[in-house]
């Protein structure tokens, strides 16, 4: 029992278990996974206070939080004010002291990693550092807490976490993952839900029906003023002064859509300057009205947010969210749900309208985007490089800023020619059309999606593959749909290596009826053409790639790459999914580098194939695995048929122990019947790039594919059939 209340069932068995396990022996550190709403902060309040009124040694509780701060003010407020027995510290306060016996000490993540900052600077008094060796000296054991635990895995994270050798580690957020290495607790969503903590259901798409629709964020921002007035007039039959709030979530902060939201809202009467419209996005000119805002009865009825909520933000009366989209595969944010689902006074009160929360969306990726927060297939850690590799390096090539590559008439003719022969289209428009549509182009003159409707209880049902989806169209608005229309072009432009306005001009010239080509395939009219794109961005996102393919050696001419030096990064993000018996792979240049990442979910075939090969071989000293993009990895440059520069990441650098150096590249193999399984569209450009760059720098490489459980080799010719000679088995 604790200050408030006694606590729901749910809540005193996981904080029991909490409590039970650090009075276990041989066990370290445990996963706690609290839905957003379960009461988390309640439910270790009531752990701490009993660990210390049963424990038999001197104990210290580090609650480590995430943000800039408000989850460590919050949380460090609730001690205070349900167990203000014990002391509750901060950074300061340890600075100005030391860790003592049934302390609570409140630390963000910031003030302890955060390059700089005083809480671990040597300066005149003693850093957090020695405070800890102090508290150790002392015989103070710690036990940590780590909050939303998922948002903080730097090396200057872990090395605070080492200084403190923790006894016991809870691990605490609505995110967790499973993870074979430690134990896990779940609270079931279903009994938050039975308590009254959280809403009985969500509802998705309430009111919106299959009718063909003419605005879609003014049909969004209409169905929720109207559900917004009705759970208001449901709180005031109740005698409740309670003012509900939808929350507008925007994919990123992008002025024009903002601004054509704020628009649509001072049509409505709801504007800035009558207190009923607040924005909460970074930078201060966009922060208006948001004091106070989690006031149960504050004026403002409308917030505008970017794609995620703060950390430890906690704002009961939300009952909507419109959540916009841009065409693009923004993250769908599983605590924006989870808070929107909180009951305003903690309980429910047998209410349909009142009992649930509304989302509306078009937004088309929220389910792949809920899988991935819900059942993500691996997870993550830091691995720091053995010092004995800080010194290797070796020259990288960068794209040339100098360099100019063919030009935009080029670029069209050559679009021109591969949809005339794709799709064996012709100057007669009527007969493209049926081509086109053959080929999987959608040629409504209106913007079409596929939405979900219906009520869940638990968020996992959102990702149900028999949940109601149907069909939606929109009539096309240009003004509404023009930064859809942009952010679409913008999505492929860069395959051709072109601005928006002269990307948008080929397929103008390609497909609308404005301008005159002689290779016109359609004569679409302007909201046919918007249509067009928007309903085929993926289509043609996928042309534009295989259209810009052509010949790495007709068209490479003279191109001085940029050099720098590469040398290995100190710390890298580690993917794995937790396997019996992983064993440490002792050849690769990083530290608790195992092999259970060498599993499909993260590692294609060749990969797993190459490491194992790399650790059984003889002849390997050591191997670095490159990463997929980013500056400070090992790149090589290649054109394409379109003289564009690209970058691309050799997979492996392999150290043997004559001293020679080897760059690998793995791609995918050869299966049943002669299939080819390599999908990279590219391979034959990267090649040739990859035997320039090697035959100048004098490397030792190779291309690496699988066959039949065994790797092959080749740095002659690329040639996809395995039974060529050029392919020879892979020996060192």
Same mark, same amino acid.
């Given at each position: 029992m604790i200050g408030i209340r006694k606590l729901f069932e749910f809540q005193e068995d996981c904080s029991s278990y909490i409590v039970n396990y650090c009075n276990s022996v041989n066990k370290k550190t445990l996963i706690v996974k609290a839905p957003t709403g379960s009461g988390k902060t309640i439910i270790l309040l009531d752990f701490i206070d009993k660990y210390i009124k049963q424990k038999n040694r001197k104990i210290c509780?580090?609650?480590?939080?995430?943000?800039?701060?408000?989850?460590?003010?919050?949380?460090?407020?609730?001690?205070?004010?349900?167990?203000?027995?014990?002391?509750?510290?901060?950074?300061d306060d340890i600075l100005n002291g030391d860790f003592d016996d049934k302390d609570v000490c409140f630390i963000n993540w910031e003030r302890v990693t955060k390059k700089g900052n005083r809480a671990i600077k040597e300066a005149e008094r003693k850093n957090i550092y020695e405070r800890i060796a102090d508290a150790h000296r002392n015989n103070i054991d710690f036990i940590?807490?780590?909050?939303?635990?998922?948002?903080?895995?730097?090396?200057?994270?872990?090395?605070?976490?080492?200084?403190?050798?923790?006894?016991?580690?809870?691990?605490?957020?609505?995110?967790?993952?499973?993870?074979?290495?430690?134990?896990?607790?779940?609270?079931?969503?279903?009994?938050?839900?039975?308590?009254g903590l959280i809403t009985k259901a969500l509802y998705?798409?309430?009111?919106?029906?299959?009718? #063909?629709?003419?605005? &879609? =964020?003014?049909? /969004?921002?209409?169905?929720?003023?109207? *559900?917004?007035?009705?759970?208001?007039?449901? !709180?005031?039959?109740?005698?409740?002064?309670?003012?509900?709030?939808?929350?507008? #979530?925007?994919?990123? &902060? =992008?002025?024009? /859509?903002?601004?054509?939201?704020?628009? *649509?809202?001072?049509?409505?009467?709801?504007? !800035?300057?009558?207190g009923r419209l607040a924005i909460w996005m970074s930078g201060n000119e966009y922060h208006k009205n948001i004091d106070n805002i989690t006031d149960i009865n504050n004026s403002v009825q409308f917030l505008l947010i970017?794609?995620?909520?703060?950390?430890?933000?906690?704002?009961?009366?939300?009952?909507?969210?419109?959540?916009?989209?841009?065409?693009?595969?923004?993250?769908?944010?599983?605590?924006?749900?989870?808070?929107?689902?909180?009951?305003?006074?903690?309980?429910?009160?047998?209410?349909?309208?009142?009992?649930?929360?509304?989302l509306y969306t078009f937004d088309?990726?929220?389910?792949?985007?809920?899988?991935?927060?819900?059942?993500?297939?691996?997870?993550?850690?830091?691995?720091?490089?053995?010092?004995?590799?800080?010194?290797?390096?070796?020259?990288?090539?960068?794209?040339?800023?100098?360099?100019?590559s063919s030009g935009e008439r080029e670029k069209r003719d050559r679009l021109a020619k591969f949809y005339k022969e794709k799709y064996k289209l012709t100057n007669d428009v009527t007969i493209n059309k049926v081509k086109l549509m053959a080929g999987g182009y959608n040629l409504s003159d209106r913007i079409e999606k596929t939405i979900m409707q219906g009520k869940?209880?638990?968020t996992i049902d959102m990702v149900r593959e028999d949940a109601t989806r149907y069909g939606v169209s929109f009539a096309v608005n240009t003004?509404?749909?023009?930064?859809?229309?942009?952010?679409?072009?913008?999505?492929?432009?860069?395959?051709?290596?072109?601005?928006?306005e002269k990307t948008r001009v080929i397929l103008e010239l390609l497909f609308r009826d404005n301008r005159r080509f002689k290779n016109k395939f359609l004569k679409l009219n302007t909201s046919e053409f918007y249509a067009f794109i928007l309903n085929n961005v993926h289509k043609i996102r996928e042309d534009f790639r295989e259209g810009m393919i052509g010949s790495y050696t007709e068209q490479r001419m003279f191109v001085e790459a940029k050099e720098e030096i590469f040398k290995f990064p100190h710390e890298e993000i580690?993917?794995?999914?937790?396997?019996?018996?992983?064993?440490?792979?002792?050849?690769?240049?990083?530290?608790?580098?195992?092999?259970?990442?060498?599993?499909?979910?993260?590692?294609?075939?060749?990969?797993?194939?190459?490491?194992?090969?790399?650790?059984?071989?003889?002849?390997?000293?050591?191997?670095?695995?490159?990463?997929?993009?980013?500056?400070?990895?090992?790149?090589?440059?290649?054109?394409?048929?379109?003289?564009?520069?690209?970058?691309?990441?050799?997979?492996?650098?392999?150290?043997?122990?004559?001293?020679?150096?080897?760059?690998?590249?793995?791609?995918?193999?050869?299966?049943?019947?002669?299939?080819?399984?390599?999908?990279?569209?590219?391979?034959?450009?990267?090649?040739?790039?990859?035997?320039?760059?090697?035959?100048?720098?004098?490397?030792?490489?190779?291309?690496?594919?699988?066959?039949?459980?065994?790797?092959?080799?080749?740095?002659?010719?690329?040639?996809?059939?395995?039974?060529?000679?050029?392919?020879?088995?892979?020996?060192?």
């Open positions: 509780f580090i609650w480590l939080t995430p943000g800039s701060g408000e989850l460590e003010e919050q949380s460090k407020k609730k001690l205070d004010k349900h167990l203000p027995q014990y002391t509750s510290k901060t950074v940590l807490i780590i909050d939303e635990e998922h948002q903080n895995n730097t090396s200057k994270a872990r090395d605070i976490i080492d200084a403190f050798a923790p006894i016991y580690t809870i691990r605490v957020s609505a995110t967790a993952h499973k993870n074979k290495a430690f134990d896990m607790y779940e609270i079931d969503e279903v009994d938050v839900i039975a308590s998705i798409n309430e009111g919106v029906s299959d009718a #063909q629709i003419q605005d &879609e =964020n003014g049909l /969004l921002l209409n169905l929720a003023i109207a *559900k917004r007035k009705a759970i208001k007039e449901g !709180y005031e039959k109740l005698g409740k002064n309670i003012n509900p709030l939808v929350i507008v #979530q925007f994919p990123n &902060e =992008n002025p024009g /859509l903002i601004k054509s939201i704020e628009e *649509k809202l001072t049509t409505m009467d709801i504007t !800035y300057d009558n970017k794609q995620a909520i703060s950390t430890g933000w906690d704002c009961p009366r939300a009952k909507v969210l419109v959540k916009l989209r841009e065409n693009m595969s923004e993250q769908f944010e599983i605590q924006t749900l989870g808070r929107l689902r909180r009951m305003p006074e903690a309980k429910h009160y047998d209410n349909e309208l009142l009992d649930n929360a509304y088309e990726k929220y389910r792949e985007s809920v899988m991935q927060n819900i059942d993500r297939a691996y997870f993550v850690r830091r691995i720091f490089l053995k010092p004995e590799f800080y010194d290797f390096n070796l020259v990288k090539e960068l794209r040339n800023l100098d360099y100019n869940v209880v638990r003004h509404e749909h023009a930064i859809d229309l942009r952010q679409s072009i913008d999505s492929f432009k860069y395959l051709i290596g072109l601005s928006y580690f993917k794995y999914i937790e396997q019996k018996d992983s064993k440490v792979l002792k050849k690769n240049v990083y530290r608790d580098y195992t092999d259970d990442c060498l599993v499909e979910e993260i590692k294609s075939k060749s990969e797993r194939l190459f490491e194992r090969f790399c650790e059984s071989c003889e002849e390997v000293s050591w191997y670095y695995k490159n990463g997929d993009a980013g500056q400070q990895y090992f790149s090589i440059t290649y054109l394409d048929g379109n003289q564009e520069q690209h970058l691309f990441y050799a997979d492996y650098i392999v150290g043997l122990k004559s001293g020679d150096v080897w760059i690998i590249e793995t791609k995918g193999g050869e299966g049943k019947n002669g299939t080819n399984k390599n999908i990279d569209i590219q391979v034959r450009n990267k090649f040739d790039a990859f035997k320039q760059y090697a035959k100048k720098h004098n490397a030792k490489w190779g291309f690496v594919r699988d066959k039949n459980e065994k790797l092959y080799v080749n740095n002659t010719e690329y040639i996809d059939n395995m039974s060529s000679d050029a392919w020879k088995l892979l020996k060192f």
